[in-house]
């Protein structure tokens, strides 16, 4: 284990703490890069997505492009912050943050403060101004099962006494997005769990036992609703009602096919003059893909495998086993979205309602995302170098 406090006295000093040295490092340029790029990409998309709905339902075709770039600057501030403090008072504060995540998912619920929108209720404020608590729950039980599992140590190998009760929290957290209904954003919590799970050194088996008495809960949770059972059967054959509950991965495949190699040009999509629905946000990949081609697709889908790689590398680096697991955690958390996204536009995974991190219209999402990214580039900042002594 790590000597936490001499590690923090000497935090920004690069002196030698144990068998390892620690430096303050520059910022992770690939990360950054990686990031600002998808960053970029998405505010043109979202622009060029949203347009036609833009000037039909407000008269302005920037105006969802303008609400985003509001978001960016919030998000921005955000990350700032999260890049410059202490990264360890995270874990001090972690049972707070998973308390308040869970008080806020509750007051979805709530008259007067729960929004509903097309028959869910996924929203918290007014009209004009609205964030989604599930989004920012995925990122408080990141940092609570970071902050576990850093000093869990061995006892994660047992499903009794270190595996089982980290679920409790995940489930309370699943069922209270199931209810909003999300089915998407609470598969994401458990696949994030899992992922943080699976690299604390919990047994395969475990995990796999786990997930198979979930299997019958969602069995029934997808039985037991009409559009969920319509979204699966749309999945094994969406050709089969074309124009009806499967037609959202049907528009999703044609925007794609008809993009090509090159794709049809920026701008030019005829998928987003309402063929395609939630075309700026689910289903802005399939716009995407239809301007900019396969080649589009590609460098995006490479963007996002850089953005794990070097999350990847900045966790193997990380001072603390809760710096190891933060970053991870929010790694995961992005670039699992970010696959299931794709994966539902290109007909891999059926329709789960979720945004494509970066790219897709949505304040919440994106705040919440940068917010990661800084905490892994927090990370980085106090990467440790073996240094022989």
Same mark, same amino acid.
């Given at each position: 284990m790590h000597n936490t406090a001499a590690l923090r006295a000497n935090r920004g000093t690069g002196r030698k703490t144990g068998l390892r040295s620690y430096v303050a490092a520059p910022l992770d340029v690939w990360l950054f890069t990686s990031v600002a790029a998808l960053v970029a990409i998405g505010l043109v998309m979202v622009f060029s997505a949203s347009s036609a709905t833009a000037y039909a339902e407000h008269g302005d075709v920037a105006y969802y492009l303008k609400r985003q770039l509001i978001w960016l600057v919030v998000a921005l501030g955000g990350a700032y912050l999260c890049y410059r403090i202490d990264y360890q008072r995270l874990r001090r504060a972690a049972p707070y943050l998973l308390v308040a995540a869970m008080v806020a998912l509750t007051l979805v619920f709530v008259p007067h403060i729960g929004l509903g929108v097309n028959g869910g209720r996924r929203w918290i404020g007014t009209a004009g101004l609205s964030l989604e608590p599930s989004e920012f729950s995925k990122l408080a039980l990141v940092i609570y099962l970071s902050a576990v599992l850093s000093s869990r140590g061995e006892r994660i190998t047992s499903l009794g006494r270190g595996l089982f009760p980290l679920f409790v929290p995940v489930a309370i957290m699943g069922v209270l997005v199931l209810k909003e209904p999300?089915?998407?954003?609470?598969?994401? &919590?458990?696949?994030? =769990?899992?992922?943080?799970?699976? +690299?604390?050194?919990?047994?395969? *088996?475990? %995990? $796999? /036992?786990?997930?198979?008495?979930?299997?019958?809960?969602?069995?029934?949770?997808?039985?037991?609703?009409?559009?969920?059972?319509?979204?699966?059967?749309?999945?094994?054959?969406?050709?089969?009602?074309?124009?009806?509950?499967?037609?959202?991965?049907?528009?999703?495949?044609?925007?794609?096919?008809?993009?090509?190699?090159?794709?049809?040009?920026?701008?030019?999509?005829?998928?987003?003059?309402?063929?395609?629905?939630?075309?700026?946000?689910?289903?802005?990949?399939?716009?995407?893909?239809?301007?900019?081609?396969?080649?589009?697709? &590609?460098?995006?889908? =490479?963007?996002?495998?850089?953005? +794990?790689?070097?999350?990847?590398? *900045?966790? %193997? $680096? /990380?001072?603390?086993?809760?710096?190891?697991?933060?970053?991870?955690?929010?790694?995961?958390?992005?670039?699992?979205?970010?696959?299931?996204?794709?994966?539902?536009?290109?007909?891999?995974?059926?329709?789960?309602?979720?945004?494509?991190?970066?790219?897709?219209?949505?304040?919440?999402?994106?705040?919440?995302?940068?917010?990661?990214?800084?905490?892994?580039?927090?990370?980085?900042?106090?990467?440790?170098?073996?240094?022989?002594?």
């Open positions: 999300d089915m998407g954003t609470a598969s994401l &919590l458990f696949f994030t =769990a899992f992922a943080l799970l699976f +690299a604390a050194g919990a047994r395969v *088996i475990h %995990l $796999a /036992a786990i997930a198979l008495t979930t299997v019958p809960f969602a069995v029934l949770t997808v039985l037991a609703s009409p559009y969920r059972r319509a979204r699966v059967f749309a999945f094994v054959d969406p050709w089969k009602d074309p124009l009806n509950t499967g037609f959202h991965i049907v528009q999703s495949l044609l925007a794609l096919g008809s993009g090509g190699i090159f794709g049809v040009g920026l701008g030019a999509s005829r998928a987003k003059f309402f063929y395609l629905p939630e075309q700026y946000t689910d289903f802005i990949f399939s716009v995407l893909g239809e301007e900019l081609g396969l080649i589009g697709t &590609l460098v995006v889908v =490479a963007l996002f495998v850089t953005l +794990a790689y070097r999350t990847i590398k *900045i966790a %193997l $680096a /990380a001072p603390d086993r809760f710096g190891f697991f933060l970053a991870i955690g929010c790694g995961a958390m992005i670039t699992i979205q970010a696959f299931v996204n794709i994966g539902v536009v290109s007909s891999s995974w059926p329709v789960t309602g979720v945004p494509l991190p970066f790219i897709s219209f949505g304040g919440s999402s994106l705040v919440v995302n940068l917010l990661a990214i800084a905490l892994i580039a927090n990370v980085g900042r106090h990467r440790r170098v073996h240094a022989a002594l």
